[in-house]
């Protein structure tokens, strides 16, 4: 194989899209202009749709959902022998198998992941302006597990993908020995990101230096972000939200969340919200991630 996968994964809203922003303008080149709508697709949403209906010998339409979990594993391996160098997937599932027992990224085509997590209730707050919800059905969303969703009435352009829950999801990929996982917090990321974004550049195996690393988190400032979202827009962005690039901050919960809907995700998410060093009162304390 001439090229590898990397998977970059995250229950959303938790800094999937800065991230590959990042470390794929670092496998590019930190010298070189990358215009936010350069950001590749590679296999998620509409693009891993298109991919499985050309390589695989059934039409995703044709599928249950539990049926096109059954392909996916041979779809990332037919894949997987024509990549070109490091090839960055973003995912939001959480780590599953499917009826087959295989996972569904396999980890034979998965050199390494990356997982990112960010306090829940920045999430929340994210969440209810990214779908344009309330902060009580964000809240609602965090808590599902999944597992009483029902059929699809049409088949929509992208595949399903299974988040689980917010501490389901992140249970699921943190410590998961089948994989090679290396993690990282969003707030460790936005309060000192040269060597955290490092960190996730040498786990991803690309040969840069402290240098490229500065360049490259300086030319991804969320500030200039929003300026070319502003001026070009981003294909990432849904109908739902008045902006893609929100704040790039921690703490956005303060004055969006109120003191109910903080108690509901202690009690949905508390015991892995500890793990993880995020406090009841919202903020997160020192830990090594990785």
Request: hydrophobic share 40%; net charge neutral; glycine share 10%.
């Amino acid at each position: 194989m001439s090229g590898r996968f990397v998977l970059v994964v995250s229950y959303p809203k938790s800094g999937n899209t800065w991230t590959r922003l990042v470390l794929e303008h670092l496998r590019r080149g930190a010298g070189l202009p990358f215009p936010i709508n350069d950001l590749d697709a590679n296999f998620h949403g509409a693009a891993r749709r298109y991919a499985f209906d050309s390589w695989m010998p059934v039409n995703a339409a044709e599928l249950l959902t539990v049926e096109m979990e059954g392909y996916l594993p041979d779809l990332y391996r037919r894949l997987a022998p024509g990549l070109k160098g490091v090839v960055f997937v973003k995912a939001h599932d959480a780590a599953k198998r499917n009826f087959r027992g295989e996972w569904i990224y396999p980890p034979d085509c998965m050199s390494t992941v990356l997982y990112l997590v960010r306090h829940p209730f920045d999430v929340a707050v994210s969440t209810s302006h990214h779908l344009g919800v309330s902060p009580e059905r964000a809240v609602e969303i965090m808590a599902d597990d999944g597992s009483q969703r029902g059929a699809y009435r049409s088949m929509p352009q992208s595949l399903p993908q299974t988040f689980g829950s917010w501490s389901g999801n992140v249970d699921s990929w943190i410590g998961n020995h089948a994989y090679g996982v290396t993690w990282a917090r969003y707030e460790d990321l936005c309060a000192d990101p040269i060597p955290n974004f490092a960190r996730l550049a040498q786990a991803a195996g690309l040969p840069v230096g402290r240098d490229d690393v500065a360049a490259v988190v300086e030319a991804t400032r969320f500030r200039r972000l929003q300026q070319e979202e502003d001026v070009m827009g981003f294909r990432e962005r849904p109908p739902s939200s008045p902006r893609f690039f929100r704040e790039g901050r921690s703490g956005t919960w303060k004055g969006n969340l109120d003191d109910v809907l903080r108690e509901r995700l202690l009690r949905d998410h508390g015991g892995t919200m500890q793990r993880l060093g995020y406090n009841e009162d919202g903020s997160t304390a020192a830990l090594q991630a990785g």
